[in-house]
């Protein structure tokens, strides 16, 4: 029995078939969409099941996807690194914050177009967005409010699925998907909102504050060093940087 046999009564955003594009720009702008649409979707049937009860129903909303098919091995450089599929066949990724990762998904949506010479569609994918990543960064609605809530929170949202959640592209060892289809991405977008839930949690600072690369550390004395080392460069006209933010998204701009 699948799980839309288990749940009929599973209620969701209406359907977009996918759509071709040849611009990257518009692509990332479409991707965009969709996932605010899925999010803001998911963020007010929960806080309508707060106020009123789940009442048997359920409900569910996907991440969008990137799909791309690439024909010909004409159209294959197996020198390149990054910004190309090996061979012929079907690629498709799961996408989330489409906001936060815009630069780079426009970088490799870009390249995709270049060197394969063929659209790229958008669209919705058949992976549902756990509530708790869905409302992330929203300090009104916490799923885990939903825990004093008089209904099981798995009953009526679909919840993170550690399963699921593996490194089994970048390990090697993934699957195709049952319609022939292979990952055109390293990282799934449950697999990528898990990591960045972790941050946040971590750290107590929002994601959209990271730069690409994190150091991490368990120790105090560390801590109040790289705060030394930022109110430095906060000092220097020439480092470029205008902010440093602390935990609690504290945005600190005088050195």
Known sequence: M????????ITS????????FTDAGKAVARLQELYQQATEFLATAFAETRQSGAKGQRFRAYYPEIRLTCRSYSTVDSRLSFGHVAGPGTYATTVTRPDLFANYLRQQITLLLENHQTEIFIGPSKTPIPIHFALLNDTALSPSAATAAEFSLRDVFDVPDLT???????????????DGTDPLGPFTAQRVDYSLARLAHYTATDVEHFQNYVLFTNYQFY?????AYARQALADPESG???????????????
């Open 241 to 255: 940087y205008t902010s440093f933010v602390s935990p609690g998204n504290q945005i600190i701009t005088d050195p």
């Open 223 to 227: 801590v109040s060093e790289f705060e």
């Open 2 to 9: 699948t799980d839309t046999e288990k749940h009929s009564n």
């Open 13 to 20: 955003p209406r359907t977009a078939d996918p759509e071709g």
């Open 164 to 178: 699921t959640t593996n490194d089994d592209i970048v390990n090697g060892v993934f699957k195709s998907a049952s």
